[in-house]
């Protein structure tokens, strides 16, 4: 104060009299006098009349109480810059004259505001801690509920693989029932139904090789002593020949015509009869072993438990009853829609012929040299419908001889001849063409043709 040139007393004397302002402006918002608020706030009017002058220190809630009487009285409330100017007022006056008032009102403020603070702490605490254990009990349902759930869920899955195991053998028992009705329907109406089951299908009465490997595979199992060897080796060469006959099946030459078709879906219906079967009998096989002690079959599997034997025996009857029912219902139709297929054009029926149509296809490009009769020199043996035309054609200034031999079908060509001193050619090993068959059909042996030709001048 004494740098402004204001003495304590003179700024005392100021804080009083604007401490003294305000209030009495909020006391006038109420409608009543002096007398009258210090009767309704408890103090007697000569000692309010001081508090109100500074002329006596007031209690440390005065201000408190005297704002909450104004605001209860006018019904306003008072604003909070208000009270708070009140307020600094008060506590500058006390800094000027009473210091250790103010030194006092200051510490007790801030314990006040200690105080606050911790009892909100202690609220924030408190409810923390209720949330916690509110979370706690929550964590300790939700704990329950899983357990719960988890026990639920296992039956679930017990119901759900036994009602499977169910279904698969109901599955089994209906693919039989079937199958016995497809049988019964077809003995009934097997006056009105051909059998889809050609003789032809094991290609014995005309491929050499083929009767080979027939009678080596039926002489391995007619043995009445099989080994397991041999039975694993029978069952990976069935393997094996499928795969080979799905590769030949990709070929464009695979067959010529449907009838040919007709044999190999025989066949493969055939086969697959035959392998439902190996599998029934495959669960006999584990039976046996389980008669003598090698194998355990056990019960049918339930719940979660891994499937036994028991069921995979089961597998092995529902799959192969259910092939059977598939074969039964169309194998007839597809062997014999194979089999009765118009004949779009006909194929020949010997080499003359089909030398006849690789000619036509050249374009006339060709010549014939005439030998239907037999050839003595050679010592060929010729066949009935066979002879030893030859067909001779120019391309790219070479000259080409195609005809049906010893070695089956053979294109040379003329150049690669070596001449004798009475004038003849001579050609050492000329490669066989493709087609082995004696009457291929002319396409394939036209294509045969047309890539050894292209190689050649490639």
């Known amino acids: 104060m004494e740098a402004t040139g204001v003495s304590a007393e003179e700024g005392a004397a100021a804080e009083q009299e604007e401490w003294a302002l305000l209030l009495r402006r909020l006391m006038q918002t109420t409608g009543l006098n002096q007398n009258q608020l210090a009767n309704r706030m408890g103090y007697p009017p000569p000692g309010f009349s001081r508090f109100l002058n500074l002329q006596r220190l007031p209690p440390a809630d005065f201000l408190s109480d005297f704002c909450t009487h104004v605001e209860d009285l006018s019904g306003r409330r008072v604003p909070p810059e208000t009270r708070q100017r009140a307020d600094e007022v008060f506590l500058r006056f006390l800094a000027l004259q009473h210091p250790n008032r103010h030194e006092t009102e200051v510490l007790r403020r801030e314990?006040?505001?200690?105080i606050e603070r911790a009892d909100a702490l202690a609220a924030q605490l408190d409810g923390t801690r209720q949330d916690l254990e509110a979370s706690q009990q929550r964590t300790e349902q939700v704990g329950e509920d899983l357990a719960h759930l988890a026990e639920e869920l296992s039956q679930a899955h017990e119901d759900r693989d036994a009602a499977q195991q169910r279904c698969t053998e109901l599955r089994?028992?209906?693919?039989g029932h079937r199958r016995y009705a497809s049988r019964k329907r077809s003995t009934v109406l097997s006056a009105d139904k051909e059998d889809w089951r050609l003789p032809g299908h094991t290609a014995s009465q005309e491929e050499p090789f083929a009767i080979d490997l027939i009678n080596s595979v039926r002489s391995m199992a007619a043995q009445s002593d099989v080994e397991p060897t041999q039975t694993i080796a029978l069952a990976?060469?069935?393997?094996?020949?499928?795969k080979l006959l799905t590769r030949a099946l990709t070929h464009e030459w695979g067959l010529y015509t449907p009838q040919q078709a007709a044999v190999v879906a025989s066949a493969v219906f055939a086969q697959l009869t035959a392998?439902?079967?190996a599998q029934r009998q495959l669960g006999n096989v584990l039976h046996r072993m389980a008669e003598r002690g090698d194998a355990h079959i056990g019960r049918p599997s339930r719940g979660n438990e891994a499937e036994s034997i028991s069921d995979v025996v089961t597998r092995l009857r529902i799959s192969a009853e259910t092939v059977l029912t598939a074969v039964d219902v169309h194998a007839p139709v597809v062997v014999t829609t194979f089999k009765h297929a118009p004949i779009t054009r006909a194929l020949p029926t010997d080499t003359h012929t089909t030398l006849t149509h690789v000619g036509e296809r050249l374009g006339g490009r060709f010549t014939y040299r005439a030998?239907?009769?037999l050839d003595q020199s050679r010592g060929d043996a010729i066949r009935p419908g066979r002879c030893s035309c030859q067909l001779a054609f120019r391309y790219q200034d070479e000259e080409w001889t195609l005809y049906y031999g010893a070695d089956g079908w053979t294109l040379i060509c003329m150049s690669d001849g070596t001449r004798r001193e009475d004038g003849s050619l001579v050609f050492s090993s000329p490669p066989s063409l493709r087609p082995s068959e004696e009457v291929p059909?002319?396409?394939?042996?036209?294509?045969s043709v047309c890539k050894t030709v292209a190689a050649r001048n490639s």
């Open 111 to 114: 314990r006040d505001a200690a």
């Open 172 to 175: 089994g028992l209906l693919a």
């Open 236 to 242: 990976c060469a069935g393997a094996e020949t499928a």
């Open 275 to 277: 392998t439902c079967e």
């Open 371 to 373: 030998r239907h009769c």
């Open 441 to 447: 059909h002319p396409e394939h042996l036209l294509d």
